[in-house]
């Protein structure tokens, strides 16, 4: 099995929400940070969210503060995303990645170990 497997994502209307939910296994179980990026096309992959594996510590990017949010389901090594008052500008894939450490380059996408599958996104207007 992947270390990390996606699911959620789909078509909604402006204003909808959505819930994308990111499973770890294997060597991602035990991973100290889980970030949520995204990617539309013809742009950079950008961090979105993130939470440490005690759901203590969590981050946002400023373009979805209050309306993302990051939780963590310990039991199922399960972490969550929900998306709520969608807009346009939310539409790209979306990917779960996990890094053993939390440093200064969390943002950046070569900070991570391992990846999720990518989940397709799209905010109809």
């Known amino acids: 099995q992947a270390p990390l497997v996606q699911s959620g994502g789909g078509l909604v209307q402006v204003g909808g929400s959505l819930r994308l939910s990111c499973v770890a296994s294997?060597?991602?179980?035990?991973?100290?940070?889980t970030a949520w990026f995204r990617q539309a096309p013809g742009l950079e992959r950008e961090i979105v969210a993130g939470?440490?594996?005690?759901?203590?510590?969590?981050f946002y990017g400023d373009h979805v503060k209050g309306r993302f949010t990051a939780s963590r389901d310990k039991a199922n090594n399960t972490v969550y995303r929900q998306m709520d008052n969608l807009k346009p500008e939310d539409t790209a894939d979306y990917y779960c990645?996990?890094?053993?450490?939390?440093?200064?380059?969390?943002?950046?996408?070569?900070?991570?170990?391992?990846w999720g599958q990518g989940t397709q996104v799209t905010v109809a207007s």
């Open positions: 990645a996990t890094s053993n450490t939390l440093g200064a380059s969390y943002s950046q996408a070569s900070h991570y170990d391992y």
């Open positions: 294997g060597g991602a179980v035990n991973s100290f940070f």
């Open positions: 939470i440490s594996k005690s759901g203590g510590t969590t």
